[in-house]
Each structure stands twice: as structure tokens, then as C-alpha cells.
């Protein structure tokens, strides 16, 4: 079974504070997906990162970076200078190949920037 | 087109109404998704297509009827459903089994009175 974890609810930081989301996973599988999601108030899942369980390498994109390591089973995820526009939701989720390939979501962190 | 689009974007019916949610993507993608996500929860799968065969359903009601009726068209039929199925329906895509090019399309908000 798979399963993601957020241990995370909510965090609320100031403007330009720097913030890291937390997402641990469990699966049996040998390749599998993680991804970040946001969803704003209004509504729509946007699309983050997806990153393949055979590429550890971090990511960073503007002020968004990502921490993989599979020896924890850890895919963190890090905003730099937050600002008001970050507030929402971020879900990480989890995915097999062929009948897996369902997204399993963890809770989502409920992030709120402050001016 | 990297979009996947969902009409309407808000629908309120009555218990005893019959109604239609709809799916387009154009991306050529073969695996659709519809995902139900109540209010400060993640979203929960409801059926997976792939190539517009039904693969997988999450034992959800009979009164929630998916139909692709082909690779770029996915909708959600419902009829006779509860108040406790007021939620935002997600559908999704992606290219194949894989997961290659996960796509949200941006919910249909479902009030059920």
C-alpha cells in the first residue's frame, strides 16, 4: 500500500520568511512518481514538480526547491522569500506505474503567508 | 493545449435531478481520472480510463455513472445523489499508466440540495 504523510497542517510565516514542507512516503514499489501540488483558494490543483524515484538529484525552480532523498523517503519542498501569493494548500502525492497509478495525496499543508 | 477543461464549473441540483459533469483534454493523453475532494481534504480517486476502458473504480455509488465516450472526452453522470456528495470533482489526465504529464483540470463545484 502506499501512503503519504504531511505531518505538517498549517504554518504561517511573514512575507520573505523562508519555509519548508515537509512529505514522507511509503511504497513497495521500486519506481514511482512524487509530486507537488497547490491549490489556491479558488480552487484548481496546479501542477509543482514531478520527480521519478530514480532521480535524486534537488530541484530548483525561481523560488521554489526541492529536496529528494530516498534514504529517508523524503521529497521536502521549500519556498524562499514566501510571499502572499504562496498562501494554499500544497499536497504532496504519490504514484505507481500500471494499476498504481493512481495519485496518492498526504493531507496538504495549509500555508499562510502574512504581509 | 496543455489544459484539461470541466463544464460547468458550478452546478447545484436537487436530490432528485439527473445531471452530467464533462472532461475535455486535447493533449492526446490515454489515462482520465475523476477525483472527488471535500472541503480541507486531499482528493480521493472515484474511476480511472485508460484507453477509454473503465480500469479502475474506488467502489464508488452506483448514483455516480463515469462514460468516456472517446479518448478526449470523459464525463461523470449523476442522478439521485445525497447532500453529502456536495464536493469539488476533479478530473484529470495523464499520457499513459505512467503518470507521464499529470493534468488537473480546475473542478467542478457540486452543491446538492
Known amino acids: 500500500a502506499q501512503k503519504v504523510t504531511q505531518a505538517q497542517t498549517e504554518i504561517s510565516v511573514v512575507e520573505k520568511e523562508d519555509v519548508t514542507l515537509d512529505c514522507v512516503y511509503e511504497?513497495?514499489?521500486?519506481?514511482?512518481?512524487l509530486f507537488w501540488y497547490k491549490q489556491p483558494p479558488s480552487g484548481e490543483l496546479v501542477f509543482l514538480i514531478r520527480?521519478?524515484?530514480?532521480?535524486?538529484q534537488n530541484e530548483i525552480s525561481g523560488r521554489y526547491s526541492w529536496n529528494f532523498q530516498k534514504s529517508t523517503s523524503s521529497f521536502n519542498f521549500t519556498i524562499t522569500a514566501s510571499q502572499v501569493v504562496d498562501s494554499a494548500v500544497y499536497f504532496c502525492?504519490?504514484?505507481?506505474?500500471?494499476?498504481?497509478?493512481?495519485?496518492?495525496f498526504g493531507k496538504g499543508i495549509t500555508l499562510s503567508v502574512r504581509p | 493545449d496543455t489544459e484539461v477543461t470541466q463544464t460547468p464549473k458550478h452546478l447545484v441540483m436537487g436530490m432528485t435531478n439527473k445531471k452530467s459533469l464533462k472532461c475535455e483534454q486535447h493533449?492526446?493523453?490515454?489515462?482520465m481520472y475523476w477525483y472527488k475532494q471535500k472541503a480541507k481534504k486531499p482528493p480521493e480517486l472515484m474511476f480511472v480510463y485508460s484507453y477509454e476502458k473503465l480500469s479502475i473504480n474506488e467502489s464508488v455509488p452506483s448514483r455516480f455513472s463515469p462514460e468516456c465516450p472517446n479518448s478526449s472526452l470523459l464525463n461523470l453522470h449523476l442522478h439521485a445523489l445525497q447532500p453529502e456528495d456536495s464536493a469539488l470533482y476533479l478530473c484529470a489526465s495523464s499520457q499513459d499508466w505512467l503518470g507521464y504529464g499529470y493534468t488537473f483540470g480546475s473542478g467542478t463545484r457540486l452543491t446538492v440540495v
Open positions: 502525492a504519490l504514484s505507481g506505474t500500471g494499476a498504481n497509478s493512481k495519485l496518492t
Open positions: 493533449m492526446g493523453h490515454r489515462a
Open positions: 511504497t513497495r514499489d521500486t519506481t514511482y512518481y
Open positions: 520527480r521519478n524515484s530514480f532521480d535524486e
